[in-house]
């Protein structure tokens, strides 16, 4: 049972580039969830999605773009990256029923 | 603006004591409560969920909610230095799917 993955684990990138994250979850749960988590400021919601196709926007938007067109599936593109997105990327997951949430591994970027 | 907040620490105990950590919450319609534990680089953990008013239990853990007062507990009981890690306080007032965060406490249970 993989539960919920991420990848890359790691990525370095440079500023200006576009870069995505990947989300999968084999628990089909319907809702997913996109944090950053970076020192002094904790885990801030970034996008979550309640269903294929439905998506909306969390408490930091700005400059990440997603989409969900599979229930497994919840990619995060950084269209242009900045330094200032440097930071951990945390992928969660929930049925929906109890609100608890599920988390990946997680994926630490540096943009250069 | 709903707001989670824990004090950062770090919460020093010895191994074998009892470790409490605390939440208040501003936002009183929230309805569902969590705890989650990270380690240094690694994802948050679910521990303990806790819906009504009173006492929890789980092993050494024990979940506390006093929604009257809007705050809720963890208690870890026979501390031991593996329970070291960052414990996250998470909120959902049952509009909408969302959690709100704690900023966590560190503990350290020193041997």
């Known amino acids: 049972d993989a539960g919920i993955t991420q990848s890359p684990r790691y990525k370095i990138t440079e500023t200006g580039r576009q870069v995505t994250l990947m989300c999968h979850q084999t628990?089909?749960?319907?809702?997913m969830f996109w944090y950053r988590q970076d020192l002094g400021h904790g885990l801030r919601l970034i996008y979550y999605s309640a269903a294929a196709d439905i998506t909306d926007k969390g408490e930091v938007p700005d400059g990440y773009v997603v989409s969900r067109s599979k229930t497994e599936n919840f990619p995060l593109t950084l269209e242009s990256a900045t330094r200032s997105q440097t930071s951990v990327y945390f992928c969660a997951s929930s049925d929906g029923t109890f609100y608890e949430q599920y988390f990946g591994p997680g994926t630490r970027l540096t943009v250069t | 603006q709903k707001e989670v907040e824990q004090n950062s620490g770090p919460l020093s105990v010895p191994e074998g004591a009892i470790a409490s950590l605390n939440c208040t919450y501003s936002?009183?319609?929230?309805?569902?409560f969590f705890w989650y534990r990270q380690y240094s680089g690694k994802s948050p953990e679910l521990i303990m969920s806790?819906?009504?008013?009173g006492d929890k239990e789980d092993g050494r853990f024990t979940a506390q909610l006093n929604k009257a007062s809007q705050y809720v507990s963890l208690l870890i009981r026979d501390s031991q230095p593996s329970d070291s890690a960052t414990y996250l306080c998470?909120?959902?007032?049952?509009?909408?799917?969302?959690?709100?965060f704690g900023g966590g406490t560190r503990l350290m249970v020193k041997p």
């Open positions: 998470a909120v959902n007032n049952n509009a909408g799917n969302m959690l709100t």
């Open positions: 936002d009183r319609g929230s309805q569902s």
């Open positions: 806790i819906y009504s008013n």
């Open positions: 628990w089909s749960h319907s809702y």
